[in-house]
Antibody
Framework: QVRLQESGPRLVKPSETLSLTCTVS????????WSWVRQPAGKGLEWIGR???????IYNASLQSRVVMSVDTSRNQFFLKLTSLTAADTAVYFC???????????????????WGPGTTVTVSS | DTQLTQSPSTLSASVGDKVSITCRAS??????LAWYQQKPGKAPKLLIY???SLESGVPSRFSGSGSGTEFTLTITSLQPDDFATYYC??????FGPGTKVDIK
């Protein structure tokens, strides 16, 4: 079955850029939607954004000025870049497979059905 | 953006109890609502999608209902493995704040 694995730095300095990679195994990255979600310690889940392999992206309104998601289909990987980091960005970051079907121009949402185990990122000098 | 609220924020229950968690949306999300279970140190697990459809492999004691702005996750006969935090999510995007189900 499809598995996801996040990778990237565990410690990043304030004002710098976080770059995370999600590697998809056991299936193709094509023809799916993919998302990033984060969770500060002891707090709830925050959706960061969604990427479609066709190239379109949609981001959380509160983060969209600092977020870029991209994909490398040849490596079965997708990526998150988050700029201008502060301590508030310290969190566990999860990558997920988004079960979304687009019928005509209408998206149908069926939940995030595959999750990576998460990677802890600390923003500190 | 559509905001989600959940009630209660914490729920204390015993094994065998029937429990219900409510999720309310600030505007209609049709039936594009999902429910997740999360245990400490683990990734969330999809339980319910499209408000009432049970994800494959999820026990039938979990059920979802609702449409528009009000939704309910019900667990009949709570099991020891069900003590966790539950989140609703609309349209595969924004999440509710979560409901922790703990042992009474």
């Amino acid at each position: 079955q499809v598995r996801l694995q996040e990778s990237g730095p565990r410690l990043v300095k304030p004002s710098e850029t976080l770059s995370l990679t999600c590697t998809v195994s056991g299936g193709s990255i094509n023809s799916h939607f993919w998302s990033w979600v984060r969770q500060p310690a002891g707090k709830g889940l925050e959706w960061i954004g969604r990427l479609y392999i066709g190239g379109s992206t949609i981001y959380n309104a509160s983060l969209q000025s600092r977020v870029v998601m991209s994909v490398d289909t040849s490596r079965n990987q997708f990526f998150l870049k988050l700029t201008s980091l502060t301590a508030a960005d310290t969190a566990v970051y999860f990558c997920t497979r988004d079960h979304v079907l687009v019928v005509g121009d209408v998206p149908h949402y069926f939940g995030m059905d595959v999750w990576g185990p998460g990677t802890t990122v600390t923003v500190s000098s | 953006d559509t905001q989600l609220t959940q009630s209660p924020s914490t729920l204390s229950a015993s094994v065998g109890d029937k429990v219900s968690i409510t999720c309310r949306a600030s505007q209609s999300v049709d039936t594009w609502l999902a429910w997740y279970q999360q245990k400490p140190g683990k990734a969330p697990k999809l339980l319910i999608y499209k408000a009432s459809s049970l994800e494959s492999g999820v026990p039938s004691r979990f059920s979802g209902s609702g449409s528009g702005t009000e939704f309910t996750l019900t667990i009949t006969s709570l099991q020891p493995d069900d003590f966790a935090t539950y989140y609703c999510q609309h349209s595969n995007s924004y999440f509710g704040p979560g409901t922790k189900v703990d042992i009474k």
